[in-house]
């Protein structure tokens, strides 16, 4: 554990918002409740891989790659607090587990990407027949998987920030950053890391209908390092393009396959049809633990959640009668025509997206 803590604290710098944490005096794994931001700032945590399933099946944590994360630690947590004594009951109580936490939200693939990570190494480990040594691996696993997002998202920054000029307008759309992965966010990150540079920039953030993720905490991220930003309503990219305010867009996603078909949050392919309209350039940032190794953009599954999410203000205010229809896909697929390029922790990935992904993923 001592090289884990060590590459910890080299990451420190980048966590200016520490959104998810393993607390190693404790043993325990912490997280800021996003569903009370930007009103309050509330850790919480646990040791129980079941309260980790409500926090991400209730948006107390949300976004693909921290969802990814909290999973990775809920299941290491089922193991490390289990009371198995054999290895073969171990095992059974983690399956438990893994279906546990792979049933809370079904559009995020970094879940099942970090989920099957941690399940290949409690049955690798299995092997030696030590529950112990099957306790440590799979926590060690999910250090790592935490580790790696934090240094991709910084990889992202760098390769990202390129496609970014000096006096950008960008717009992006849903929350990306630090809030939305283990620390320093994906389409976010890169701007953030634009900034950081020096580069003059002016942010763009759609509020996010209608949980509000933009308003809430996109902009809460911003103004907390000082990045200039201005809160829009969705409907605002066409205008802005049209009016030569924005230059360009990038967003984040949830699922991506092999196609540079991108799932992300309910509105992207709007932005997206509107940025190409008007000949601007329109970018995903997203690791490749987001990409599922398919070829069918059928397999993306599609969350639909509560209608009650439009018809209520996050559960406070009704803006339609009682009895009002509403229908409420938490994400939609922008096709690859549309989209300039991927920005990736391996680089940025350009049309054919299928040729492409294959080469930087697979190395053929
Ligand atoms: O429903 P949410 O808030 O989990 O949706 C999040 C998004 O759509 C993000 O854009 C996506 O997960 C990428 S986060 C780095």
């Not at 690798?124 to 250090?143: I, N, R, T």
Request: net charge neutral; charged share 25%.
């Amino acid at each position: 554990m001592e090289d884990i803590r060590k590459e910890l604290d080299k990451l420190e710098q980048y966590l200016k918002i520490k959104p998810l944490y393993w607390d190693f005096d404790k043993n325990e794994f912490l997280w800021i409740d996003t569903r009370l931001l930007p009103w309050k700032e509330v850790y919480r945590n646990t040791k129980d891989f079941r309260r980790v399933a409500q926090a991400i099946k209730e948006m107390e944590i949300r976004g693909a790659p921290a969802i990814g994360v909290s999973a990775a630690y809920g299941l290491s947590m089922a193991l490390k607090y289990s009371n198995a004594t054999k290895p073969k009951d171990l095992l059974n109580y983690a399956k438990e587990a893994y279906n546990v936490l792979a049933s809370t939200r079904p559009t995020a693939y970094n879940l099942f990407w970090a989920l099957n990570r941690i399940w290949n190494i409690i049955l690798k480990s299995s092997e030696k027949e030590d529950v112990e040594f099957m306790k440590e691996e799979a926590l060690k696993e999910a250090h790592k998987i935490y580790i790696e997002d934090i240094k991709n998202n910084v990889e992202m920054g760098k390769h990202g920030s390129k496609v970014i000029e000096n006096n950008s307008r960008i717009i992006t759309h849903c929350n990306t950053g630090a809030l939305a992965t283990a620390g320093f966010g994906t389409a976010l990150g890169v701007i953030r890391y634009a900034f950081y540079e020096g580069k003059n920039i002016h942010v763009y953030a759609d509020e996010t209908r209608p949980l509000l993720q933009g308003a809430r905490l996109t902009i809460w991220e911003l103004k907390k390092e000082g990045i200039p930003s201005t809160l829009v309503v969705d409907g605002a990219s066409g205008l802005l393009f049209n009016k030569n305010m924005a230059d360009l867009a990038i967003v984040g996603a949830d699922r991506i396959t092999l196609t540079g078909h991108v799932a992300n949050k309910i509105g992207t392919f709007n932005l997206a049809l509107a940025a190409n309209y008007h000949n601007k350039p329109f970018y995903v940032a997203a690791p490749t633990s987001t990409v599922q190794p398919t070829e069918n953009p059928n397999d993306i599954v599609i969350e639909e959640r509560s209608p009650s999410e439009v018809v209520n203000i996050m559960g406070q205010l009704a803006i339609a009668v009682e009895g009002t229809n509403a229908f409420n896909p938490a994400f939609d697929i922008t096709p690859p025509e549309l989209i300039h390029g991927i920005i990736t922790e391996k680089g940025i990935v350009k049309k054919p997206y299928l040729n492409n992904f294959k080469a930087i993923i697979y190395n053929y």
